[in-house]
């Protein structure tokens, strides 16, 4: 009894005497075995299916970290940039409806063009007029004012036009017909450039304030994605984009494949729909790999010790010289364009883009979660978190219907109580984010990989 009384302080002594590395190794081991136990016990799609899941989370969580980590902002606008990285991939990759460009393409063309020459109109005369007084105003005013109206009045009945094209399949511009993993990287731009505008705006502000924009930014992109169907077909969504990996339906149609799936012993549809998942999980993890060794480039970098000098010490930063707008704007901007490119590869991964998806205060509730308990400011930590959360935040349902069936076993099949616990397991996800964000903090708090104090 006194041996097994030491056992769990024996076992904590030897976690605390490993290396941070060994540790690190540890802990993301212990991931890939909770994965391997997954494909066991509940099919090897299954766990594939979340493995790509944790790659792109890994991936938006490392667009949070660098934001956070290395700057200490709050972005609370994370559903808005992915959304931008969704839409970039209808842009790119879906073929052009030419009749609705026929339709009011021109129009849609020409008032965008009104709109982007008002704004660097408006925005030179707001700086050459300092010393106009209050005519500075006026005149910025008048300029935004001309050029909107006149904006609506080409686009308005361009995009009506466009959307009573077929609305019922088509009824949007389409894109560019170009290859879909080209979105990843236009996902990222658009998101840069939405991230240069709202931080051009918003980074002057306090800490609560920034939040505040980001998430009202984050609304306005996602209300324009759903109402905009010219653009986007709005809560239609768009369907049969195209993929960079192989279809099912190709691969049941080779006789190679056949063969392959009959040696493996496994049913055809299983070994075409895992053999899809294994090349996408291929893609993804290439990209991590590239953005994670960036990161880490940026973070041991003079540039990397400057942002984390600006995060503890704004004041003592400014006073020796930096430019700590400046420098804020820029990580905001590289932190959204990934968190762009993870929406496009979203969106790539789903095969359809709809906006309705982007629940902002739900899914950045969750983004935030995966870098907490990872631990802000490390780049591993923030791709742990990735892992480990998105697997409890699929795998609670299926857990807690099995805990709470062991758990009435002992009751009738049909009685009230064991129904009601049944049905409410799908409930267990926020109570199950919950725990484990408590177990880190009181255990880890600084994260499961913190910072390395260097």
Partial sequence: MTKSAKTPGVVRQQIASLSPSQRNILLFAGMGLLLIIVGIVQSWNVAFSILNMCLISAIMALGVNIQWGYAGLFN???????????????????????????????????????????????????????????????????????????????????????????????????????????????????????????????????????????????EIIIYVLKFEDWLSRGVKNVN??????????????????????????????????????????????????????????????????????????????????????????????LGSAVIGIAGAMLVTLDGQFTPTSYQPLRFTFLIWVMVIAGGSGNNWGAVLGGFLIWFFWIEAEPIGLWFIDVLTSGLPPGHWLRLHLLESAAHTRLMTMGVILLLVLRFSPRGLIPEARR
Avoid at 122 to 135: D, K, N, V
Avoid at 263 to 288: E, G, H, Q, R, W
Avoid at 294 to 300: C, F, I, K, N, P
Avoid at 306 to 321: P, Q
């Fill in 76 to 218: 609370v606008g994370i559903m808005g940039f992915a959304a931008l990285g969704g839409l970039a991939a209808v842009v790119v990759s879906m073929p052009p409806v030419e009749a609705a460009w026929a339709a009011g393409g021109l129009g849609v063309v020409a008032g965008l063009a009104i709109g982007i020459v008002t704004l660097l109109v408006s925005m030179l005369i707001w700086r050459r007029g300092q010393g106009w007084g209050r005519w500075r105003y006026a005149v910025t005013g008048g300029v935004v004012v001309a050029g909107y109206v006149l904006m609506r009045m080409l686009i308005d009945p361009s995009t009506m036009a466009i959307e009573a094209v077929d609305s019922a399949r088509t009824g949007y511009l389409g894109g560019l017909g170009l290859p879909i993993m080209l979105s990843w990287v236009v996902g990222g731009l658009f998101a840069a450039a939405a991230a240069w505008v709202v931080g051009k705006i918003s980074l002057g502000l306090r800490a609560d304030y920034l939040a505040i924009a980001t998430l009202g930014i984050s």
């Fill in 240 to 333: 049969g984009l195209p993929r960079p990996v192989p279809y099912e339906v190709d691969l049941q149609n080779n006789s190679w494949f056949v063969a392959l799936a009959e040696d493996m012993n496994l049913p055809l549809v299983d070994a075409s729909s895992l053999v899809v998942k294994i090349c996408y999980a291929l893609l993804f993890t290439v990209v991590l790999l590239a953005i994670l060794w960036l990161s880490e480039t940026a973070l041991r970098s003079p540039w990397g010790r400057m942002m984390r000098a600006i995060r503890d010490n704004e004041t003592a930063a400014n006073a020796m010289g930096k430019n700590v707008t400046r420098q804020h704007l820029l990580v905001f901007v």
